[in-house]
């Protein structure tokens, strides 16, 4: 257990724009932070980031929190472990007493298989370093590649021996379970290694954390792979990660691009070389998630081929993919028998960077050497050749990039712009069309209407997506939740602010104070849960303010507050930098919740007015026909005329009409 005091000290020297920096590439709009969400795929940034606030908001998914609530969402840690990340980060002691077998058993399942793989990775570096045959086939090989003592323990580079079941019998030995090191492939059916005779390749994700495992043979008259991996597991998922790229991603938002290779020993000689802007597919055909995690810190791609690269051709076809992501897309073509790792051994870093510099080509012009070679004089596979490149330039969102490259195209091709157009708006007509149909049986499939959604470019030039924005003035369905909302927005945003600066009233207690009669008849399950927590806090005399909602220990309020908090919207600083524009008789509209609060209040009572008279009605339309309860129908007549003269004194006060 992490003390409360430590805890407090924890989130409150936490840093938001920090701790999510090291995830997604922000760029500075006004006060805020910006980036695309790291929760799902967007092609326009609708993540923000308030350093002032300390939290994050998506207003396309709706995802909200604190740095403490973001590493729980992005690298399910527990909240625990999210603490104990934060507070390492920010050096800040936790005095805890080590984890017994026992209670490392109780965590959550998704805890233990980190651990476990953490205890795999520091086994097979120890086997590395300590042992005989560690050091006499591991490290050996390792430094014949030339990597330093360095560069291996930065990457967790390790060794497992010939022996059937070395690492299992140390795992258990050490308390850990048998379903948990077969859940993760490192112990197979038969109870044995899964890893033998191998130099290891430890995979982390993006916090640097363990998650799966890459064996490399020795011996290469052994038959079998070369590699042999991890199978996937609750916590690895092979075409959501990239090798690499927690040690990359710094290095890839400070230069603005990601050099993207095949294979590990290509990442860690490159590294080693202090180029560290580098990530790999491991073999793996790219991936929307792949992308994605690259696009979060750069969205320039540049791809590195090897000079022999028989499979260049096959690899040309996943560029499609990256272009639809809206990235910038440039291809090496590195000297024939050369790779990427052999490369910068052979001329060094600084020469290695340079040739990338001096060779890179746009996608067009990669392609269409290649294929033009591949053509000839064939008038027909020159025909082929244009629509390969055509349908490529149909893949990208932006209409203004399109319309570059079709001019790229129709120079190079020697080829009328207009049928270049004519042939990629077909492309694109016939790709939004296969997309809608897809979309519609896989709604076929499951309950719910059909909504026409569609991601991608239209022939017009318009992009068809249309992002899903969750705003603050969203409400429940029934009627009157704006007014309660609205309550609940000034309780949250501003209850400790000073309503009367002169009688030292908070806004809270002015709220409170004129609803508590009806504190019990809010409609909203959820704001009449919020409007009873802030009056008992009330009645009790204790404080409260935003931070108390934040961090709540109800999940549903606890987001409820980070939706109220946290804007789509903000003051341009235009008006000020620029124009020289001040509000000269008051604070800014988000500081002043004097006339705020008076607003809500008064629609908050109309509404509940206008509520009571519609139920005295009722009763009234009951009893008319009723001889026997004149008496009683002569009394909600005039509670309906006093009703009515509270609606109308409501209405003049906040200059509304009543019809």
């Not at 020993?265 to 792949?290: C, F, K, M, R, W």
Request: charged share 30%.
């Amino acid at each position: 257990m992490i003390p409360p005091d430590t805890v407090q000290k924890i989130i409150a020297a936490a840093r938001i724009e920090e701790v999510i920096g090291d995830f997604v590439d922000l760029r500075k709009r006004g006060s805020n932070r910006i980036g695309l969400c790291p929760f799902h795929n967007e092609k326009t940034p609708s993540f923000v980031v308030s350093p002032a606030k300390n939290i994050y908001k998506c207003f396309g998914c709706g995802k909200a929190g604190d740095p403490v609530k973001f590493l729980m969402e992005h690298e399910h840690f527990s909240y625990p472990e999210a603490l104990r990340n934060l507070a390492a980060r920010y050096n800040i002691h936790v005095e805890e007493r080590k984890l017994t077998a026992e209670e490392v058993e109780a965590r959550h399942f998704e805890d233990s298989l980190f651990l476990v793989n953490e205890t795999a990775s520091q086994f097979f570096q120890d086997q590395l370093f300590n042992t005989d045959i560690g050091k006499s086939a591991g490290l050996s090989y390792f430094k014949g590649r030339g990597y330093s003592e360095e560069i291996i323990k930065k990457f967790n580079l390790g060794f497992v021996p010939d022996i059937q079941d070395k690492f299992t019998s140390f795992a258990l030995s050490k308390g850990y379970k048998l379903d948990l090191l077969q859940k993760l492939g490192l112990t197979n059916k038969y109870k044995k290694d899964f890893f033998k005779d191998k130099v290891m390749f430890t995979i982390h994700n993006l916090s640097g954390k363990p998650i799966a495992f890459a064996g490399r043979k020795l011996n290469e008259q052994k038959s079998g792979p070369k590699y042999v991996n991890s199978p996937e597991n609750p916590v690895y998922f092979k075409s959501k990660t990239l090798y690499g790229l927690n040690f990359a991603r710094k290095d890839i938002s400070k230069k603005d691009v990601c050099y993207l290779v095949e294979g590990y020993t290509d990442v860690i000689s490159l590294h080693q070389a202090g180029i560290e802007n580098v990530v790999a597919s491991s073999g793996t055909s790219l991936t929307v998630e792949q992308i994605g995690l690259v696009k979060r810190y750069s969205p320039n791609l540049t791809l590195l081929f090897d000079g022999d690269n028989a499979g260049v051709k096959a690899a040309l076809r996943g560029i499609d993919l990256v272009l639809e992501q809206d990235m910038n897309v440039k291809l090496v073509m590195l000297p024939e028998n050369e790779d990427p790792d052999s490369f910068v051994k052979k001329v060094g870093g600084d020469a290695f960077e340079d040739y990338l510099q001096t060779n890179a080509q746009d996608f067009i012009y990669f392609k269409t050497k290649l294929l033009k070679e591949e053509a000839k004089q064939d008038p027909i596979k020159k025909v082929e050749l244009i629509k390969d490149i055509v349908r490529s330039i149909s893949k990208i969102p932006d209409p203004l990039k399109r319309s570059v490259y079709i001019k790229e195209v129709s120079a190079v091709m020697s080829m009328e712009e207009e049928l270049l157009l004519d042939q990629m708006n077909s492309f694109i007509k016939s790709d939004i069309s296969n997309l809608r149909k897809r979309k519609q049986r896989e709604e076929s499939r499951r309950p719910g209407p059909v909504k026409d959604d569609i991601v991608g470019p239209s022939s017009e030039g318009q992009g068809l997506q249309k992002p899903s924005v969750n705003t603050n003035l969203k409400t429940s369905g029934h009627k009157g939740a704006y007014q309660e909302r609205d309550i609940i927005r000034i309780l949250i945003l501003a209850g400790d602010f000073i309503f009367d600066e002169d009688e030292q009233v908070k806004v809270s207690e002015f709220i409170l104070s004129n609803i508590e009669d009806v504190i019990n008849d809010f409609d909203d399950p959820l704001y009449s849960k919020v409007a009873k927590l802030c009056y008992n806090k009330f009645i009790n005399g204790e404080d409260f303010d935003t931070s108390f909602f934040v961090n709540n220990e109800d999940e549903s309020v606890s987001k409820l507050a980070f939706d109220l908090v946290q804007s789509p919207f903000e003051y341009s600083e235009g008006w000020a930098d620029r124009w020289q524009i001040y509000l000269q008789t008051q604070k800014m509209p988000d500081e002043n919740f004097q006339p705020d609060s008076l607003q809500a209040l008064l629609r908050f009572k109309l509404h509940k007015v206008s509520q009571m008279c519609e139920k005295n009605q009722s009763r009234i339309e009951q009893l008319t026909s009723a001889e026997d309860e004149l008496d009683i129908l002569i009394k909600l007549l005039k509670v309906q005329s006093k009703l009515n003269q509270m609606k109308k004194e409501l209405a003049e006060q906040l200059g509304t009409v009543i019809l």
